[in-house]
């Protein structure tokens, strides 16, 4: 429930409207008991945990599967279980600028992406917005640290998930919920131009990704499945409206495959792309293909991976080479689940 639906609740019940201003404000700290909200009378309390009971209402939406901590640099990557018996991945991540988590937006993922193990089994059901707001919930209690930025760039096309994904992210804005600047909110996307479309209007000052991969429909078309139904004539232009709309810089994100999308040439033609459909306002993302057993990709070199990003920066777009954080675990998209999976199987 969002907070007006809770004061909804709430009057319902023939409760004072500010139990739920209380009770929401215990959910944004992770409450998992409503006994524990010590500022509601005794017998509210009782009435709540009898809900909670018979099925009506939940406090908890997942509960801790597994967590892969990293020895090198603390990033942390969770297997959450559903109340369903699905499983979701969400990862925590220390920047010097703050902490971030990286949340999915669905049980799975239809999108198809050739290097992606997300989407190996398919998409087997949305997320809820509470079910998103859970993942940050869990990760901060479990941590006992502050979450300051929040990626939706976990398993899950978030665009493939509209509705729910803009309640969560309004929830995450509000100030009587996370209060986290939407400056501080990514959202990542293959490039389903409908919702980038919406995106732009409905959150002009969040922060968009775009899985780009490719700088040709020909290359692009074998890695993403989404381009033949938005190819790239198509994408970028929705792209460079975001940019001209928000006045914010786009992401582009570039997984370097080893023979497929990383020759110096690729990059000189990624550059004349960029140059010709978005402008000035972009950055490119590179990073080395994560290995997936699954697929017979694999990544660049690092070196060759600095190499590629020297030649767009010559040609005037901006990029880095993104920092591996949790190499040492499961944190790229979808392994862990896929291991977990297998082992049940
Ligand atoms: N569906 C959204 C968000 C989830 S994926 C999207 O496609 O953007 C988050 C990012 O990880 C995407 O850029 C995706 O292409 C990338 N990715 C998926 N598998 C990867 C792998 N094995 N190595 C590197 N990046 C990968």
């Known amino acids: 429930m969002d907070f007006k639906e809770l004061v909804k609740f709430f009057e319902e019940m023939g409760e004072k409207k500010f139990r739920a201003t209380q009770v929401y404000a215990w959910m944004m700290h992770g409450a998992q008991s409503f006994d524990r909200m010590t500022d509601l009378p005794a017998g509210l309390r009782a009435r709540l945990e009898e809900m909670q009971d018979a099925g009506l209402i939940s406090l908890n939406l997942a509960m801790i599967s597994n967590v892969q901590i990293s020895k090198s640099d603390g990033t942390r990557k969770y297997l959450l279980m559903l109340n369903d018996g699905n499983f979701v991945e969400c990862v925590f991540m220390k920047y010097k600028y703050g902490n971030s988590v990286c949340i999915s937006s669905q049980v799975g993922c239809r999108m198809g992406c050739a290097f992606c193990a997300s989407t190996i089994g398919g998409k087997l059901r949305n997320l809820s917005a509470g079910e ?201 998209c979808g392994q862990l689940r896929m291991k977990t999976m297998e082992q049940k199987k």
């Open 132 to 332: 998103m707001l859970e993942e940050v919930l869990v990760i901060a209690r479990d941590t006992g640290e502050p979450v300051s930025h929040i990626v939706v760039m976990g398993t899950g096309e978030p665009f493939d998930n509209y509705e729910n994904l803009a309640r969560f992210l309004r929830t995450v804005h509000d100030e009587k919920g996370l209060n986290i600047g939407m400056r501080n909110i990514t959202v990542s996307t293959c490039g389903v131009v409908p919702g980038i479309e919406a995106f732009t209007v409905d959150f002009p000052s969040a922060g968009l990704a775009v899985s780009l991969h490719a700088p040709s429909n020909e290359i692009r078309d074998r890695l993403l499945p989404i381009n033949k139904r938005y190819p790239l004539e198509v994408l970028l232009p929705a792209c460079r409206t975001y940019t001209e709309h928000t006045g914010r810089r786009i992401t582009f994100e570039y997984a370097l495959i080893d023979g497929v999308n990383d020759s110096f040439s690729h990059a000189k033609a990624l550059a004349r792309l960029l140059h010709s459909h978005v402008g000035k306002l972009c950055h490119v993302n590179l990073i080395p293909l994560n290995k997936v057993s699954e697929s017979a990709f694999s990544g660049s070199g690092r070196r060759h991976a600095t190499a590629f990003c020297e030649i767009l920066e010559k040609h005037g777009i901006p990029a880095t080479v993104r920092r591996e954080l949790g190499a040492d675990i499961d944190a790229a």
